[in-house]
């Protein structure tokens, strides 16, 4: 079944004539998301050792470079690593990702792309209307449209625009009883609140498009031009769990390195590694990137809805638990 869904979204994106490209698992410049952390990794050549070189948590860079080349609809189906995060149900460090991006095009039209991306595997492989853990989820488009601050407004009874510092989310997260730490971030707060009292509700009967994150939430994300305080950000919900994250990419260059230095110094207050700015990438914006959509999409999560199963170990052949004995 894995690789008849993998066939499938293949199918899906040659019909849709968007080209495959194929980018580096190592890079010298790995993505500077403070919640990110790449697996370290050196390049051992005869003439010098020990070149300090990542593995991808993802190959947006590389392939936003492709873009700036001049072609127009790319996508790629390749591994990705992150380091940092515990091995669990829905995680392991090494996975499958899905990524897609198109010129003059804009997040709305990513959504368009994976309702009939999950329509076209649904119906090679079953039906739309699919069994996941004993519920029926309608892959049928359109699916459900959610604003966060519709959503922070139905299900937890916030008014986020009120709460866009972390001053003020701290003081309304602390009157309905949570725990903030002197160190939580504005990003640790929203997400008690996120993972808490919205996260369960979404995607139950059909997969829930949760739309205009905040924008210092939204780091490589076009900000909306009627409203700068969100950004043109969203992730796709199904079964309870979270299948893609996706932009209107950001593509003025100085803003972009703006942004990246402010990851790169909340990476240093969080303790963790720091990472110069991947200058390529500045220089492919700068070069007249046009308007531009894309998204990651985790492959592994796509099989596991399919196959009705909570648990990502029982769609890979060598999970790290069993590779490493864990």
């Known amino acids: 079944m894995r690789a008849k869904i993998?066939?499938?979204?293949?199918?899906?994106?040659?019909?849709?004539?968007?080209?495959?490209?194929?980018?580096?698992?190592?890079?010298?410049?790995?993505?500077?998301e403070p919640y990110l952390d790449p697996m370290k990794v050196s390049l051992n050549?005869?003439?010098?050792?020990?070149?300090?070189?990542?593995?991808?948590?993802s190959p947006e860079y590389a392939m936003k470079k492709i873009l700036a080349g001049g072609f127009s609809k790319i996508f790629q189906i390749c591994k990705s690593f992150r380091a940092g995060e515990a091995i669990d149900?829905?995680?392991?460090?090494?996975?499958?990702?899905?990524?897609?991006?198109?010129?003059?095009?804009d997040y709305k039209d990513i959504m368009n792309d994976f309702e009939g991306l999950m329509a076209h595997v649904a119906r090679g492989v079953t039906d739309l209307k699919i069994k996941y853990q004993g519920s029926e989820i309608d892959l049928a488009p359109p699916w459900e449209r959610l604003t966060m601050r519709e959503a922070f407004q139905k299900y937890a009874k916030m008014n986020l625009d009120e709460v866009l510092d972390r001053e003020s989310i701290e003081r309304v997260v602390k009157e309905k009883g949570y725990e903030v730490y002197p160190n939580d971030s504005f990003d640790d707060i929203f997400f008690k609140i996120?993972?808490?009292e919205i996260e369960p509700h979404l995607g139950k009967n059909k997969p829930t498009i949760l739309m205009d994150w905040p924008r210092q939430m939204a780091a490589l994300s076009k900000v909306k031009a009627d409203d700068p305080r969100y950004a043109e950000r969203f992730e796709v919900y199904a079964g309870g769990m979270e299948l893609?994250?996706?932009?209107?990419?950001?593509?003025?260059?100085?803003?972009?390195?703006?942004?990246?230095?402010?990851?790169k110094e909340s990476r240093k207050k969080m303790g963790k590694d720091i990472y110069e700015i991947d200058e390529d990438f500045i220089d492919a914006l700068r070069s007249g990137f046009p308007p531009a959509g894309g998204i990651a999409v985790?492959?592994?999560?796509?099989v596991m809805l399919f196959l009705d199963t909570k648990n990502i170990e029982d769609v890979l052949f060598f999970p790290a638990r069993q590779i490493f004995n864990l």
């Not at 968007?18 to 500077?32: D, I, K, N, W, Y």
């Not at 050549?45 to 948590?57: Q, R």
């Not at 893609?244 to 990851?263: H, S, V, Y």
């Not at 985790?298 to 796509?302: A, H, L, N, P, T």
Request: charged share 25%; glycine share 4%.
């Open 6 to 32: 993998i066939a499938l979204i293949r199918d899906f994106f040659y019909k849709e004539g968007f080209l495959e490209v194929e980018t580096p698992s190592m890079v010298a410049f790995p993505g500077m």
């Open 45 to 57: 050549l005869l003439e010098e050792k020990n070149i300090p070189a990542s593995l991808i948590t």
């Open 89 to 105: 149900s829905l995680h392991n460090p090494e996975f499958t990702i899905l990524e897609w991006y198109r010129t003059h095009a």
């Open 194 to 196: 996120f993972l808490s």
């Open 244 to 263: 893609g994250n996706a932009f209107t990419e950001l593509i003025d260059p100085d803003e972009q390195r703006e942004r990246l230095q402010k990851d």
């Open 298 to 302: 985790g492959v592994d999560r796509i």
